[in-house]
């Protein structure tokens, strides 16, 4: 059963839990901000304990530095910083440094392991949308197990818990041959400069695992809406409103008409949004206006629908005489279907059960991912591995310390048999 959760940022922080079922049976020996959990260690030999006191400190450490390199979307030295320092760690933990690939002034960093074929590609992103300075109001801080600051939850720490888990099975496997690990500098802005990179490497490999932030109760994120952006712009002609006011054509009764059609376009009984936003029309109080521009957000959770959608705003047509409409725009983001995510949930709910980690649930959210490109090419695709807490994009953004063990060994877990043993059928 998948849960649809609506709002993919702004999660209460009250909402935002601990781990709520760690173990079953027997539980595991672990560590999660410091506390311990004594086991049977015969019983649970075979489990790996998802991050000892050393490791979390040294994870919290990286944590610091990435976060503490700010790096808004549209600032271009910012964003080569940030690349750079992302370099530095990775390479610290998998002993070799990404390729920086550099398109559109925006850096994307790419670790390719082996020569064979792609097997499982890990994608994460570097921009955020909090601006050079935000660190004087949001300064990085742990405090009683929680972690603030901008870039904790959307989505510095997942990037984290991807470099961590992968470092795990190198040591372990001694190599990561067929793995990739993808860290664009533009998601906040709709990946413009990153998508083809990212459909490109994600070609013919068997997962792609996205490390946005998990839902508020540890969640993985099995489907996500595609989404589609549009601008509707109206013209009409202008006279003067108290004089002769029927010689003018109406853009703003226009645009009125325009959004009841749209309006009806809604199946909330099968996730589809289609929502009038932003909108500006007319000059002056006394003149009819000549001009609207109209702004429309679409959400949808298949492809048919999606496509329904856009077909029937391209065959929106005026409602006055005289009038125009022009469409311009279009999908931004395929959905991330639940199909697509359905077998590597399976195998996330296999690895909780044999490490005793949290049950993995799936939920449904609206917003969209890089993941909505892996799975729209057909690439098995599941989301949220990265940290658990809330408040992305919002002031109260912060990572939960006890998801930091679980989702780096669940993470490595799916990893090391992906790579070892494919995806399940």
């Known amino acids: 059963m998948i849960l649809e959760r609506k709002d993919k940022s702004k999660t209460n922080k009250a909402l935002a839990h601990p781990p ?3 173990t079953r049976g027997n539980p595991t020996s672990r560590m999660t901000g410091g506390t311990h959990t004594q086991v049977d260690s015969k019983q649970n030999q075979d489990r790996e304990s998802p991050v000892d006191s050393t490791e979390l400190d040294r994870f919290i450490r990286h944590f610091r530095t990435l976060v503490e390199c700010e790096s808004p979307s549209m600032d271009h030295y910012a ?15 998998l002993g070799v440094a990404p390729r920086i690939i550099t398109v559109s002034d925006t850096p994307h960093l790419l670790w390719r392991f082996g020569t064979q074929p792609r097997k499982v590609v890990m994608i994460g992103h570097h921009d955020t949308v909090w601006p050079i300075g935000t660190l004087d109001t949001m300064p990085f801080a742990v405090n009683k197990g929680v972690i603030t600051g901008p870039g904790t939850d959307d989505m510095k720490g997942g990037n984290l818990i991807a470099l961590y888990a992968a470092a795990r099975v190198q040591k372990k496997l001694g190599s990561l041959d067929g793995l990739s690990i993808f860290i664009n500098g533009d998601e906040e802005l709709g990946s413009p400069s990153s998508r083809h990179l990212i459909e490109t490497e994600a070609h013919g490999a068997s997962a792609a695992l996205v490390f946005e932030s998990g839902g508020p109760d540890g969640e993985l994120k099995a489907a996500r809406k595609g989404v589609a952006l549009y601008g509707l712009n109206i013209t009409g002609r202008a006279a003067h409103a108290g004089v002769e006011p029927e010689r003018g054509i109406n853009a703003t009764v226009e645009a009125a008409h325009q959004i009841l059609t749209v309006e009806r376009l809604n199946n909330p009984e099968v996730g589809t949004s289609v929502i009038p936003t932003a909108m500006h029309s007319g000059t002056t109080t006394n003149t009819v206006p000549a001009e609207a521009q109209l702004d429309i957000d679409s959400r949808a959770l298949t492809v048919a629908e999606q496509l329904r959608v856009d077909s029937a705003l391209h065959s929106l047509t005026p409602h006055l005489p005289g009038a125009l409409v022009e469409l311009t725009g279009g999908i931004n983001r395929p959905p991330m279907e639940e199909r697509s995510s359905r077998p590597l949930i399976e195998l996330a709910q296999h690895i909780a059960d044999s490490q005793g980690l949290p049950e993995v649930r799936p939920i449904s959210v609206g917003g969209g991912s890089d993941g909505n490109f892996t799975a729209g090419i057909g690439v098995p695709t599941v989301d949220g591995l ?3 807490g809330g408040g992305s994009h919002a002031d109260d953004e912060h990572a939960l310390v006890d998801w930091i063990g679980p989702r ?12 070892t043993e494919g995806l399940p059928s």
């Open 386 to 388: 990265g940290t658990v």
């Open 20 to 22: 709520s079922k760690v």
């Open 79 to 93: 964003l080569s910083q940030s690349a750079r320092v992302h370099a530095a760690v990775g390479k610290e933990l």
């Open 408 to 419: 780096t060994t669940l993470t490595a877990g799916m990893l090391e048999h992906l790579l």
